[in-house]
């Protein structure tokens, strides 16, 4: 719609000649927004495909600005990351909760026949502690 709203021409066919315009226009519009611009580039390019018409140069385009989205997604995660030690301390940290539970539950077997608050965190902290994460479908099985 930006296209078709910036350039005002009612032939698709048209418009899609524009092609160099088309990229300008876009970028300048979205500037620095590279993961808006890679989307933006193809949703044109899917213009062209319904019109089986082909785009090089857009396809190029679009993959330079995949790459670029992936390598900006790559130095997020790596900032994101915690460090090991910080994942160990709140292993330890279950583990004693864990333990605590354990307890709790030998002294009182109420808490897994009235399937309390604590049961069900027993059993969480038991299948986080011995498999690790679980996707939802290997937890039922």
Same mark, same amino acid.
């Given at each position: 719609?930006?296209?078709?709203n910036?350039?005002?021409?009612n032939?698709i066919n048209q418009l899609?000649?524009?092609?160099?315009?088309?990229?300008?226009?876009?970028?300048?519009?979205y500037?620095?927004k590279?993961?808006?611009l890679k989307?933006?580039?193809?949703c044109i390019y899917?213009?062209y495909?319904?019109?089986n018409l #082909? @785009?090089n140069f857009?396809?190029?385009?679009?993959?330079e600005?995949?790459?670029?989205?992936?390598?900006?997604?790559?130095?997020t995660?790596? @900032?994101n990351?915690k460090d090991?030690?910080?994942?160990? #301390?709140k292993?330890?940290e279950?583990?004693k909760?864990y333990?605590n539970?354990?307890?709790?539950?030998k002294?009182?077997?109420s808490i897994l026949?009235?399937?309390?608050?604590?049961?069900?965190?027993?059993?969480g902290?038991?299948?986080?502690l011995?498999?690790?994460?679980?996707r939802? @479908?290997e937890?039922i099985?």
């Amino acid at each position: 719609m930006d296209v078709f709203n910036h350039f005002k021409l009612n032939n698709i066919n048209q418009l899609l000649t524009l092609k160099k315009d088309i990229i300008n226009f876009i970028q300048t519009k979205y500037n620095k927004k590279t993961s808006t611009l890679k989307t933006k580039f193809c949703c044109i390019y899917k213009c062209y495909k319904i019109l089986n018409l #082909e @785009s090089n140069f857009l396809k190029k385009k679009i993959d330079e600005y995949k790459t670029q989205t992936c390598i900006e997604l790559d130095k997020t995660k790596e @900032s994101n990351k915690k460090d090991e030690n910080d994942g160990i #301390e709140k292993i330890e940290e279950f583990k004693k909760h864990y333990e605590n539970l354990h307890q709790q539950i030998k002294n009182d077997t109420s808490i897994l026949t009235n399937w309390t608050q604590k049961a069900q965190l027993y059993c969480g902290l038991k299948l986080y502690l011995e498999y690790g994460n679980l996707r939802s @479908s290997e937890i039922i099985k």
